[in-house]
């Protein structure tokens, strides 16, 4: 199954792999994107921003933004905010 039938609608433009999506998330992972941009993305995009989403101390959310495309580990395009005691 691809990563993109993983994503839950919030609204127009912002899709989420909840944090069920593979083990070891702490918080979901959310595309800021339309549909025909997040269809567009490469699935490496999404496995880097779920990746994201297991790094100690993340809050609240991965992101990735519009522009997102894979980059090294961190997905061009991806945010991420961490706690600074535990990240």
């Known amino acids: 199954m691809a990563i993109i ?4 609608k919030i609204s127009d433009t ?3 792999l909840p944090s ?4 070891g998330m702490r918080v ?17 995009v999404y496995q880097q921003i779920s990746n ?3 790094l100690p101390g993340i809050t609240r959310y991965a992101l990735c ?3 997102g495309h894979s980059g ?3 997905p061009i395009g991806g ?3 961490m706690d600074v005691h535990e990240g």
Not at 5 to 8: A, F, K, M
Not at 20 to 23: D, G, I, T, V
């Open 72 to 74: 090294y580990g961190f």
């Open 65 to 67: 933004m519009p522009d």
């Open 52 to 54: 994201v989403a297991t």
């Open 20 to 23: 069920s999506y593979k083990e």
């Open 28 to 44: 979901p992972a959310r595309i800021i994107a339309t549909e025909k941009l997040v269809c567009e993305m490469d699935e490496a």
């Open 5 to 8: 039938d993983n994503l839950q």
């Open 14 to 16: 912002v899709w989420e």
């Open 79 to 81: 945010v991420a905010a």
